[in-house]
């Protein structure tokens, strides 16, 4: 179980290069991918850092909830060697292990008001000649156009306005396949991007940095009050309101314009003990943003335990214990072989949630904002007042450009 209330605190430390000495450390805010790669690139250029974490493990969205021998993925679950360039190279250093992964079979639609589940008529591998002119179109126009021009943590090139309406927009006005869409929506709104319709925060620190120098107060494991002097301020966690105010950071006029527009995806992941059987993939039949589940999957046969991931509405005021009810419900509508007409299905209980977390989620501006070039004001915040802003925020939703804004804070700032 997590603790909201506890502090890790890593300290790491190089010396004997003169132009990265000083009398403090940067201070990082956040012990995810980006955080870690932000202090892996400074410890390489030779500068001391503290990096602060509010939660007993490290790894940010990238968690696990473990049973046996068996591992649930409740963040990060699929990488491709083609597209995670930066991500790769990590996973074989530290050893981690993976393998394939392919899903070919057709899978299982729910609908989650009346729970009646129904086998997709088609499979990936029946669509997919189909769209393949489509597919293959969209990959040279992502390998010509975004790929050189919209890839720049940050998005220091701007964005053309054309590419801030919705993707659904975006496809239809550029006669995709409509089948196309909904490929992407099932790629998409489970792992918490919202509908192609729409496009850590606790009171454990305090962020002062009214002095020359950026000072942090925290409690430390123990339970006592410390403070840590920075030479700068490095915030690693997505730059929502409600987690900066929570880290008691005194906003500029500057800072609160850029910051109160952004807003996040309601999104859950869960670690739930099911009766389905394992191979079969569930996913919603319609996505609807309420807080309801949008898709499972059982991973390892020997395992009860399914992933699953709830989707609520942008802005909504949902508590993770109305969602946790919603996905409970849901699930026991359907809890059963769906082969069998017969069998009753059986009721989720509370203690077949084993594990049951909200994520501050894909942040993001709006079409408006996008279009009022918020994301150059973002930019022009970095190093002022000795702070910075690292997460998937400066680019995309996910490890591998949350490693990439990390790079990038490193390599363009220090």
Partial sequence: MKSTFSLIVLVTSSVGIAFATSQYPVCIVGAGPTGLTVANGL??????????????????????????????????????????????????KSGLPFQPFAYTSKGWLFDWRTGVVNESPVSAADVYPLLKPDIDRYIEFWNSNIGPNLTTIGYKNGIPSEYTVSFSDWLWENQYNPELISIFEDGMVPYGYGDVLDTPAHPGYVIDRSGKFPIITYANPAGSEATQTCSKVILAFPPVSHALEAANLQLSAEEQEVFSPVEITKYWSGAIQVATPNGYAYSAVAFEPAGQLSAYLRLFDASPIATTWSWGKTG?????????????????????????????????????????????????????????????????L?????????????????????????????ATYF
Avoid at 56 to 84: I, R, W
Avoid at 330 to 354: L, M, Y
Avoid at 384 to 391: D, F, K, L, V
Wanted: charged share 25%; aromatic share 16%; net charge negative.
């Fill in 316 to 380: 909504s005021k949902q508590t993770t214990a109305q969602a946790k009810k919603l996905l409970r419900s849901t699930i026991s509508k359907f809890n059963k072989d769906p082969n069998n007409a017969t069998e009753i299905p059986q009721p989720v209980t509370e203690e077949d949630v084993r594990q049951f977390e909200e994520w501050d989620y894909f942040p993001h501006y709006n079409t408006k904002d996008l279009e009022a070039g918020f994301y150059d004001k973002f930019n022009k």
């Fill in 43 to 92: 410890e390489s250029k030779g500068y001391s850092t503290v990096v602060f974490e509010k939660d007993p493990e490290v790894g940010g969205k990238c968690q696990s909830y473990y049973e046996g021998d068996f591992f649930h993925p409740m963040g990060a679950l699929l990488f491709s060697n083609e597209t995670y360039t930066e991500t790769l190279p990590i996973i074989l």
């Fill in 382 to 410: 970095q190093g002022q007042q000795n702070t910075y802003y690292a997460s998937g925020f400066n680019g995309f939703e996910t490890v591998e450009f949350a490693i990439r804004a990390g790079q990038d804070i490193v």
